[in-house]
């Protein structure tokens, strides 16, 4: 069985510091805690799948000649995954620094490029060579949002993986790379950008767009689903919403406690990809990737044991 999975995108060093409650402007706050750890939509990704040990992952990603990007593809080599980077001599690698409020369990990021490009078309070619061995391809819609639709159509044309694609921003390209990919995985800011209010409004405005399917998160909303062919699988669990023949919505699971919310976007598409390629059902996926992100929201960082199928579920 082929259970190889591509994620091709951005990695990046997080820096995170937790304060009490979020600074206001123009004062000095004390931090209770620093955390170093891979960071990124590719970093964290691939981060949560390696913990899976039923499929093959590699990464394909941009670093710098730094120190750091050495311990990534130590780090990630010691938990199975093959990383097959780019580097950019004298470029150090992409840095976030979040600044955690305890209070609220906010997030806020700033992010510094450190003069790092964003991969390319030909990069990839040459770090990957094989496309044809995967099974699925995961993408991220980059600030070069018209080379990301260049790589999505290859990746469709050189392959026959399934290919997902996180959009987190509106880039260039938009509305064409959703009629290329299989799975867009839109966020709730992207929509709200939009101007739509919830998953079902997002889903029915942006599906016509779409060629096959098309995923909305929307956080405490949970998650929904676009199917292009309909006759979704039946489910009897009750957080999932069957509200046509195309359409599924999947209830955010309740935390009583939320720890650490970075990443738990990454954690869901994780989830979903792992579900994918095991071949489960439109809802069992929808599911697990929503049980899998409220999993990740109790625990700090990106690696955390997975639970069993039959809690996921």
């Known amino acids: 069985m082929n259970n190889n999975i591509l994620v091709i995108g951005n990695i990046c060093k997080d820096v995170i510091y937790s304060t ?7 004062c000095k706050v004390k931090a209770f805690s620093k955390v170093i750890r891979i960071g990124g939509n590719a970093g964290n990704v691939t981060s949560v799948l390696s913990r899976f040990k039923d499929c093959s992952v590699e990464c394909c990603v941009k670093l710098g000649s730094c120190q750091f990007s050495t311990s990534i593809i130590s780090d990630f080599e010691k938990h199975g995954v093959k990383v097959s980077p780019t ?28 003069g790092c490009d964003d991969l390319t078309v030909d990069e990839v070619i040459h770090a ?39 959009i987190e921003k509106i880039r260039d390209g938009f509305e064409e790379i959703l009629s290329v990919v299989d799975f867009p995985i839109i966020s709730k800011e992207v929509c709200k950008e939009l101007g739509y209010t919830s998953i079902s409004d997002s889903l ?14 929307w956080a405490e909303q949970g998650a929904g689903i676009w199917y292009a062919t309909g006759h979704v699988d039946p489910s009897s669990h009750p957080k999932i919403h069957k509200l046509d023949d195309n359409t599924i919505l999947c209830e955010a699971f309740q935390v009583d406690e939320i720890v650490d919310s970075i990443g738990a976007g990454d954690t869901f598409t994780a989830g979903f990809i792992h579900a994918s390629v095991q071949g489960w059902s439109l809802p069992e996926r929808l599911l697990s ?10 625990h700090h960082g990106m690696i955390f044991d997975i639970p069993p199928r039959h809690i996921m579920q």
Do not use: M
């Open 128 to 166: 990957v060579h094989d496309l044809g061995k995967f099974k699925w391809i995961h993408l991220e819609h980059r600030r070069n949002g018209l080379e990301v639709l260049r790589l999505a159509k290859l990746a469709k044309s050189a392959s026959n993986a399934t290919v997902s694609l996180e």
């Open 289 to 298: 990737a929503c049980n899998l992100a409220s999993h990740k929201l109790k």
């Open 20 to 26: 009490s409650s979020y600074p206001v402007e123009d």
């Open 87 to 114: 580097v950019q001599p004298e470029c150090s690698i992409p840095e976030s620094v979040v600044i955690h409020s305890e209070e609220t369990s906010s997030r806020t990021c700033l992010h510094y490029r450190g």
């Open 204 to 217: 029915a405005g942006l599906s016509k767009f779409a060629r096959h399917a098309l995923i909305v998160t």
